[in-house]
């Protein structure tokens, strides 16, 4: 899973606490791929030149120890491959 927002040229690699508190609030349905998502969460970020994730592709790791809020904008259907520009505008938005 990756955090980002779309504006940015930085992403962080998410991972998640054993422990992890809100977890039901991250109910997407059947599939939790290709889902678009504003998230509030708390937890720990580390930053490291060797890399996070898969092929350490991320110079960046949010630990992720709660989910406050959690709320699907948009999910990739057969016909729409790509996210719709104002998903993409408003998403880290307040």
């Known amino acids: ?3 980002t927002c779309f504006k940015k040229q930085d992403a962080a690699w998410v991972e998640f606490d054993p422990e992890l508190k809100g977890r039901r609030k991250l109910n997407f349905g059947k599939s ?3 889902n678009v998502a504003k ?3 708390r937890g720990v970020v580390r930053g490291d030149s060797s890399g996070f994730g898969h092929s350490n ?3 960046y790791q949010f630990a992720v120890r709660e ?3 959690a709320k699907v904008l948009w999910k990739l259907h057969g016909s729409t491959k790509d996210i719709p520009e104002d998903i993409r505008i408003n998403a880290c938005r307040q």
Request: charged letters at 35%.
């Open 1 to 3: 899973m990756e955090l």
């Open 32 to 34: 939790a791929f290709d």
């Open 39 to 41: 998230v509030r969460v």
């Open 57 to 59: 592709g991320w110079r």
């Open 67 to 69: 989910i406050l809020d």
